[in-house]
Structures are given as structure tokens and as C-alpha cells.
């Protein structure tokens, strides 16, 4: 991509008035000293791999019972890939409707015995589809788990869809799409996946009104027919239950659960980065412009996943952030810019969003393309570098101290191909990344001639801003 003389010319103005407006600022920012006193920090543990009793029923159904003793509650999670992928061409976002109404009646309970059920349980139970696969979480008492696990398979084998469930989640849908696209946060997502990903299953951030309106009864039982099958389904039960006990209620509840046709295909593989690109979606008078950056990145089982993980840790991902500290502590362009690392099966998505004024677009985003070229030119500093890895390792430990999270854990590791063992295998190797290995991967993945930008805001106003890095689509 070629920039004339004169955008340059303009480029370079804009950076040195930049940088001299804000250096005062940047060295008042400097952060006092701690106190020399201050005991070091401890290590972080690796998370011990519970004890994880592995089976599978004669109808293909996983089943992994993990041991939480101690604590008279029981957690569980089925997860049954075919999620987003497995929409079908021109329903796209039919996997949201499928889960909206999943636990709204089955064969034999209404909605509202079903809630009543949870209730003299002491749990809950909630619903969801994600673009790999749907998952079913659900939480009671201990004493409850027979009659729990009962109802799981009573919502994920026998849903009833009743019209009027279908037709209320129908319009809940549309009221929350029209609000969505109200915001400029959901105009960014949409625009920046549509760039990213193109037609692959991996674009569609909601169901669109067509796919809302096209909607029935029968479409949503066919579809579950077709993606809902023991032999792509995982289930985790965790807590302090007798292990006979529960299994034997698990061949009671998923026993004869059968699955039709062929198997859901897996998703094709994430497309790989382009040349950078940058889109802008005029939203007129808008005082602000969101500017979201990104692309895509590993699998979680490639071997730079981890070094992807902390590099990105240090740009954005995390508060005392090198973007962060530049564009909201130094600069004062934004209150609160982030960054985010997902992943699928097929692959995972860098992004970064920042709201900014209007008149400090380009600026902007001359700082996020310093600071992505700054994590494949330099090192990070041992501070940084141990920072992003405590961070990372202290909130993997934090999180899975509850048996629930660890279920979820577990079975999005199963989704993504992970063993169980992966579980404890989180802390070491994040502790294991080196500053070499976080700058090779700021080589291979945050490259500033690699991203896809998109800008949402007032097209007269921030333009010709964006002109200055070359053509706008």
C-alpha cells in the first residue's frame, strides 16, 4: 500500500505534534517507585489435575466425572459440538434461536416446572451456543445430582419448542438486535468479522432478521435432530458424589439418546491474516469514532499459542498494558481501550477497541500501529514480561477454584482438541514463555501491515484522518 508524498508529509506532522504535545504528560506519568520492602511474589502452582474418572457410554457419549470433595454441590456441563459452524446457508445466528428456546418445555415439563424443579434443587441451569458448539451448564446441591442430571437430559434429548416460547424468543431476538444496532460496539463487531473472516462460519456475530424470520417449531426440531448426538458430545459432572452412583444415573438419563444421520462437520479452517486493510462505517454525527484492530491468530494447540497469549498480554489485554499506558494514561485518547484474544477450534482472533474522539483518530491510531510493530522490533523488559505471565497464571488459578469452572474448562478444552490433562499444564507453560519467544511472535502475529482495521464514526470528520495510511474502503 503506497502513501502519496503529501499523506506523508501530513503523517509525519501529525507525529511530531503528537509527541510534542504529550511528552510532558508522558514523563508526569511515570508510576512512584513501591517500597523496597515489599516481600516478592510467590510462585504460581500449577493447577493440580483432579481426579477424572473417563468413560463412554455405548451410544458414543464422553463422560468425564471429576472428584471435588469437600463441598455438597454438584456441577455439570454437556457440550454438544455443532454450535454457529453448523448453521445452515442463509440461517445464519440460527444456533442462538436454537438455545433461546432449548430449555423453554420438553416432552413432559413445561418451562415453568422445569424452573420449579432447579428451584427445590438449589440450582439453576443455563443454555448457550458459542460459534463451536452448544453447552449446557448446570449447578444443585449434591444431594440433587440424580435429579439434576434428569433434567439436563431431559432439555438437551426431548425440547418441545412450543410456538408461543418460540415465537416470545423470536421477538426477544429482534428488540435485541435493533438495540445492538443502535450502538457503534455491535456496528465494529459486525463490520470487522465480515472483513476478517468473509463466508467462513466465523463471521456472524448475531442471527440478522431473516434468519429470525424464517424461524419455526419444526425448522428448530429438525435442527436439533440433526446437531444434537451422543457421539459429539461431552459430558462433566464435578463434585463429591459416589462414582457407581453417578454413573449409573448418567446411563439412566443418556442412555438411550441416539443420533440421526451424519455427524456434524468440524469448521473449516480460520482464514490466515491479510494485508492490512482499513474500513470505515459512517455512523453521521458522531462525536466519537470506535476503532477496532485485529486478525487472526493461532490454534490453541499450535505451539506459539502460549507466546500469542502473554505477547498480547503486554500490548493490550490487561490493564498496566503497553497501549493502555499509551493511549488512556499518556495521551488521554480513550477511558477504556482493551484487548481481547479468543479461541476456537479453528483458530483464535486478536482484536483491540478503543472509543476515541473524534479528532484524535489518526492519532490513535498511529499509537496502536507503534505498539504493534513495537512487540516484533523490541523485547519485552523482565518486569513486563513477568507481569503479563502473574496475570495470566493468577487469574487461570483464581478462576478455576470453583468445580463449575472447572467443568466449563474441561470441556472447552475438548471442544478446542485439548486432553484433560491440559488443565494443569496452563501455568507452566505460560510461566515457560521467554522474552525471545513473545518477540517472535510479535513477528508473526502483530505486525501492523497484517491488521484489519475498522472505524465506525462520522465519515466527513475522520476520513481524511484515515487517509493518511493509505485507501479507505
Known amino acids: 500500500m503506497k502513501i502519496s508524498n503529501a499523506s506523508a508529509l501530513a503523517l509525519a506532522s501529525l507525529l511530531a505534534a503528537t509527541t510534542a504535545l504529550v511528552a510532558p504528560a508522558a514523563l508526569a506519568a511515570e508510576p ?17 489435575v483432579p481426579s477424572i474418572a473417563k468413560s463412554t457410554l455405548p451410544n458414543g457419549l464422553t463422560v468425564w466425572l471429576v472428584k471435588r470433595p469437600a463441598f455438597p454441590k454438584v456441577s455439570a456441563v454437556l457440550v454438544v459440538r455443532g454450535g454457529g459452524v453448523a448453521d445452515p446457508a442463509g440461517m445464519e445466528g440460527l444456533s442462538d434461536l436454537l438455545a433461546a428456546t432449548l430449555e423453554e418445555g420438553t416432552a413432559k415439563k413445561t418451562s415453568r416446572q422445569l424452573a420449579e424443579e432447579l428451584q427445590t434443587l438449589g440450582g439453576d441451569l443455563d443454555v448457550s451456543a458459542r460459534s463451536d458448539a452448544f453447552y449446557l451448564r448446570a449447578n444443585a446441591l449434591g444431594s440433587g445430582t440424580a435429579r439434576l442430571l434428569d433434567l439436563i437430559a431431559a432439555v438437551a434429548l ?4 412450543p410456538a408461543a416460547e418460540v415465537e416470545l424468543a423470536k421477538e426477544n431476538a429482534l428488540h435485541e438486535l435493533e438495540a445492538q444496532e443502535a450502538t457503534p460496539d455491535y456496528l465494529a463487531s459486525k463490520a470487522f468479522a465480515t472483513a476478517v473472516y468473509g463466508n467462513h462460519p466465523y463471521h456472524v456475530v448475531s442471527a440478522s432478521r431473516e434468519t429470525i424470520g424464517k424461524t419455526t417449531p419444526e425448522l428448530l426440531r429438525r435442527e436439533h435432530a440433526r446437531r444434537f448426538r451422543p457421539d459429539q458430545a461431552l459430558l462433566v459432572v464435578a463434585g463429591d458424589d459416589d462414582e457407581a452412583v453417578t454413573k449409573a444415573a448418567i446411563a439412566r438419563a443418556f442412555g438411550a439418546w441416539k443420533g440421526e444421520g451424519a455427524p456434524v462437520p468440524a469448521a473449516p479452517p480460520s482464514p490466515g491474516p491479510r494485508g492490512r486493510e482499513i474500513l470505515l462505517v459512517d455512523r453521521p454525527g458522531s462525536v466519537q469514532s470506535t476503532i477496532v484492530s485485529g486478525r487472526p491468530g493461532p490454534k490453541v494447540s499450535d505451539a506459539d499459542w502460549y507466546d500469542v497469549l502473554v505477547a498480547n498480554t503486554i500490548y493490550a489485554d490487561a490493564f498496566g498494558s503497553r497501549l493502555v499506558k499509551n493511549i488512556r494514561e499518556e495521551k488521554g485518547y480513550t477511558y477504556s481501550p482493551s484487548g481481547s484474544f479468543t479461541t476456537r477450534s479453528a483458530g483464535s482472533l486478536l482484536e483491540m ?15 496502536v500501529f507503534y505498539e504493534l510493530d513495537r512487540m516484533a522490533a523490541t523485547k519485552p523488559t523482565a518486569g513486563e514480561l513477568a507481569d503479563a505471565k502473574r496475570y495470566q497464571g493468577g487469574l487461570y488459578l483464581l478462576r478455576n477454584q470453583v468445580a463449575g469452572t472447572v467443568a466449563a474448562t474441561l470441556a472447552r478444552n475438548w471442544v478446542n482438541g485439548l486432553p484433560p490433562e491440559a488443565l494443569a499444564e496452563f501455568v507452566p507453560k505460560v510461566n515457560a514463555v521467554t522474552a525471545e519467544r513473545v518477540q ?10 497484517t491488521q484489519t482495521v475498522v472505524v465506525v464514526g462520522d465519515a466527513k470528520e475522520v476520513r481524511p484522518q484515515l487517509e493518511l495510511f493509505g485507501t479507505v474502503k
Open 440 to 449: 517472535a511472535a510479535g513477528r508473526r502475529h502483530f505486525l501492523s501491515s
Open 158 to 161: 426431548a425440547p418441545a419448542f
Open 32 to 48: 512512584p517507585p513501591l517500597p523496597k520492602d515489599l516481600p516478592a511474589f510467590g510462585a504460581d502452582k500449577p493447577l493440580p
Open 353 to 367: 477497541q478503543a472509543d476515541v474522539r473524534n479528532e484524535v483518530t489518526a492519532a490513535t491510531l498511529l499509537e
